[in-house]
């Protein structure tokens, strides 16, 4: 596969603008090498970004040789831009999804998607990453997507797969978290981080096991083969894989087919840390609403609210909004929380990746032999990640993983 423009093998995109809440802090180093004129390994894995990070440590620990590759810097595209709240809970509700695809398959999607940020949370102890993670309860808010007649079903649906969750009405509502006139379904066991000190901190595991990480190299031409795989960058130096790995983010890569997937923007604000004024257990609120708002805070107690997405994939006309969507999330987050300041210390846009059900895209790619693809597209973008590392490790190393068939490029539905 080589571009059409004679540039790169993937698409560039301006991936987001303004300066976002993880940039304040210093990322944690990760050793980089430049990229030699010949090379060979087991993987080649293309972006450095958090599912590259999480993809190329869990081929390390099975004892692949992987070289990680990137036309940015560690971490540099859509990782910063991410609000990181990782949740197993899907933006299609499951009693939603059930009836689109059938009980069966929806309910195993939503299962793998809880398992997902379950190994990512053991992981990131077990390897004791220091990446500003904590694990939060969640408030899925009613809103124009379910009632609260239909925000009942779904908890119901919850509870009949076998996830833990609380139904409240608006008295608890308000008494416990200060939002007004609002029924809500209670979720446990969710996830949260720094995404940018996350892909950082899962790099450096892999350099450790030796993993070769060079940014700055735009790969230009993909032959794929029966043998193996040719990468060629910019500067024409040649890489020889056994396998190679497209983690681009939203940058897809020419010729792998798109499924449905497309580009959307969003827009999001952080305020200046104010733990005093913080509700109930800094449960990260969301709402069953089109567009709808998702907060979380920070380990000091910042609060992060993004949303208002639209179906905008150019970034000329996302970043013409970023004022006006901020007085809107800035609005928003004052009416539906008013013991907090909403005053924006950080605001930035960024583009992000959508499907038609929520859920990734990873696996095989067709007509590329040796070639896999993980696009974490949807609103779960840490946690398909995570996903996508366990199933990408099975499949490379010869297993078949149990659920492929419903996130692989040939699924039937």
Not at 273 to 293: F, H, N, V
Not at 393 to 399: H, N, Q
Request: proline content about 6%; some cysteine; hydrophobic content about 40%.
């Amino acid at each position: 596969m080589k571009s059409d423009d004679g540039r790169s093998a993937s698409e560039e995109r301006d991936l987001r603008t303004g300066r976002t809440i993880w940039q304040e802090h210093r990322r944690p180093p990760v050793p980089t090498l430049p990229l030699p004129s010949r090379s060979r390994c087991d993987v080649a894995m293309i972006g450095a970004g958090i599912s590259g990070a999480l993809i190329a440590e869990a081929l390390t620990e099975a004892g692949l040789d992987v070289m990680i590759l990137d036309r940015r810097g560690i971490a540099e595209g859509s990782t910063p831009a991410s609000t990181a709240l990782l949740q197993y809970e899907l933006d299609t509700p499951l009693s939603q999804m059930a009836e689109r695809i059938g009980w069966e398959r929806a309910m195993r999607i939503w299962r793998r998607s809880y398992l997902a940020v379950e190994a990512l949370r053991a992981r990131t102890e077990r390897l004791g990453l220091e990446v500003g993670a904590a694990t939060r309860p969640s408030l899925y808010l009613d809103g124009d997507r379910l009632d609260p007649a239909q925000l009942a079903a779904e908890a119901d649906a919850r509870r009949r797969a076998g996830f833990e969750v609380e139904l409240i009405g608006p008295a608890e509502t308000e008494r416990r978290y200060g939002i007004r006139r609002r029924h809500a379904i209670v979720g446990f066991g969710n996830y949260c981080a720094d995404p940018r000190a996350m892909a950082a901190a899962y790099l450096g595991v892999a350099a450790k096991r030796g993993a070769r990480i060079h940014p700055h190299s735009e790969i230009v031409r993909v032959d794929a083969a029966q043998k193996g795989v040719t990468l060629e960058s910019d500067r024409g130096a040649h890489v020889q894989a056994r396998h190679a790995v497209f983690a681009t983010g939203y940058e897809m890569m020419k010729g792998v087919p798109r499924l449905g997937n497309h580009i959307m923007s969003t827009w999001v604000i952080a305020t200046r840390p104010q733990p005093e004024a913080l509700w109930r257990d800094g449960a990260m609120i969301w709402e069953a609403s089109d567009p709808y708002l998702y907060i979380r805070t920070t380990p000091e107690g910042a609060v992060i609210c993004g949303g208002e997405d639209e179906e905008i994939a150019s970034a000329g006309e996302r970043d013409a909004r970023l004022a006006a969507k901020t007085k809107i999330l800035t609005r928003k987050l004052a009416a539906l929380l008013p013991a907090i300041d909403p005053t924006p210390a950080f605001a930035w846009a960024g583009s992000f990746g959508n499907s038609p059900l929520g859920t990734p895209t990873v696996g095989r790619v067709p007509r590329m032999p040796n070639c896999y693809s993980a696009m974490g597209y949807g609103g779960n973008g840490i946690t398909f990640s995570m996903m996508a590392a366990q199933i990408l490790r099975s499949e490379i190393c010869g297993a078949r993983d149990p659920d492929s068939d419903l996130f692989g490029f040939r699924r039937i539905f």
